[in-house]
């Protein structure tokens, strides 16, 4: 069995040491801190993005308080601003009707006192109709002319009569 | 069967140039050779990979970030956190052993790790310095960690000698589980190889098949104790700090 042969014993302890003890100190010494930077490096930077995303989260978690906050207030504004319009346009539209009501009265009112001046002169005329057609009636029947004092006398005495 | 073919011959030893120190044969062997390889891959991979240092990973950055997350994960788990000071010792002990069975796993290729004298010679460094450590952190309390609390007394005289016998065991458990893994399974290997040759017509394909099946089993088991070399190692330290 060559492993048991202790020919090269020596020589492959020798070469173990000196490739060994080469790769120990180079692993040490370059590689692995290359490595280490790397990972190192890399979990910084993740850290890093980590801790900046966050502090966006907060930011973005500020700005949706503010907007919800204006967007609220707009809201407030906006219902003050209808009451107010509603109430406004009520107050308009009572002076509207209340001055409408006061025309319509005026105009009722005149056109009440020119029924009662045109049936004034409806009248009149019917008793200048009746005085004219009392004289010529009393003139053919009587042959009598009478006065328009008189007249007027008689259809005065008699005017419960046919009224 | 021919010395020529046997499935152990792939573990013979080749002087690509013979060199003596000291009156030591320190030749640069095929052993020597595949070590070589090794630690080349690792480094030549491990900074290559990692040159262009960017955050977002290549495919192959990723690879090397992935191994050492691993090996960091391994530490962290097992020793805590005393363990950092040993990752660059535990990774370049796993990476060697992983990447040393790996390239075994090339055909033609020597398998380093296939060698009982530089599994154990590993071994002993790991057992060597966590022995140190426990002395550094408890001094002669150490000794403490054969003693099993909690026990009748009456049983500690047969306790305390397992506990060292199994205590000084660590380094041969160590060495002979990663070498055997390898021997067995490249000796496997080659007998089916050299039935494939051997058998007559076409059934040959059997076991052509069974190697190519084995060769992906291989490969598991070749990471497997790489892992396992490294996990024992971190519980080593971990016992070193932590006694009992």
């Known amino acids: 069995m060559p492993q048991l042969n202790p020919e090269f014993f020596v020589s492959q302890l020798f070469w173990l040491a000196v490739f060994f003890t080469f790769l120990f100190v180079f692993l040490w010494r370059v590689s692995l801190p290359r490595i280490a930077i790397v990972l190192e490096k890399r979990q910084n930077k993740i850290d890093k993005s980590l801790s900046s995303a966050k502090e966006l989260q907060e930011q973005a978690m500020e700005i949706e308080k503010k907007i919800n906050n204006q967007i609220n207030k707009a809201k407030l504004e906006t219902d003050e601003k209808i009451k107010e319009i509603i109430n406004s346009l009520q107050e308009d539209v009572s002076s509207q009707l209340s001055s409408l009501d006061k025309d319509l009265e005026k105009k009722v009112s005149d056109a009440e006192k020119e029924i009662l001046k045109s049936k004034d002169d409806q009248m009149k005329n019917i008793n200048n109709e009746i005085a004219n057609i009392t004289k010529l009636t009393i003139r053919k029947i009587t042959d009598v002319e009478l006065s328009d004092n008189e007249l007027n006398k008689v259809i005065e005495a008699h005017k419960g009569s046919y009224n | ?244």
């Open chain 2, 1 to 244: 069967m021919a010395a020529k073919d046997s499935p152990l011959k792939q573990f013979e030893i080749d002087p690509i140039s013979s060199i003596e120190l000291g009156g030591y044969n320190i030749s640069f062997t095929n052993s020597s050779f595949s070590m070589l390889i090794t630690v080349l891959v690792i480094t030549l991979f491990l900074t290559l990979t990692v040159n262009t240092r960017s955050i977002i990973p290549s495919r192959m950055q990723l690879i090397s970030e992935l191994m050492y997350n691993f090996i960091a994960q391994l530490l962290s788990d097992t020793v805590g956190d005393n363990g950092k000071r040993y990752f660059p010792f535990v990774f370049s002990l796993f990476m060697f052993v992983l990447i040393g069975n790996m390239v075994g796993m090339i055909p033609y290729q020597f398998t380093f790790t296939s060698h009982i004298i530089v599994t154990f010679a590993l071994a002993a460094v790991v057992f060597i310095g966590v022995t140190i450590l426990g002395f550094i952190n408890h001094g002669i309390k150490f000794f403490s960690f054969f003693y099993i609390p909690g026990v009748p007394f009456y049983m500690h005289p047969l306790l305390i000698p397992i506990e060292v016998i199994s205590y000084l065991s660590r380094p041969i458990s160590l060495s002979v589980r990663l070498f055997a893994n390898m021997l067995a399974g490249h000796t496997l290997l080659k007998v089916f190889a050299g039935f494939v040759v051997s058998m007559p017509f076409f059934t040959g394909v059997f076991p052509l098949a069974f190697i190519v099946a084995l060769t992906g089993l291989e490969i598991l088991i070749a990471f497997l104790q790489a892992y396992v070399f490294a996990i024992l190692t971190c519980l080593y330290i971990n016992d070193a700090y932590h006694l009992h």
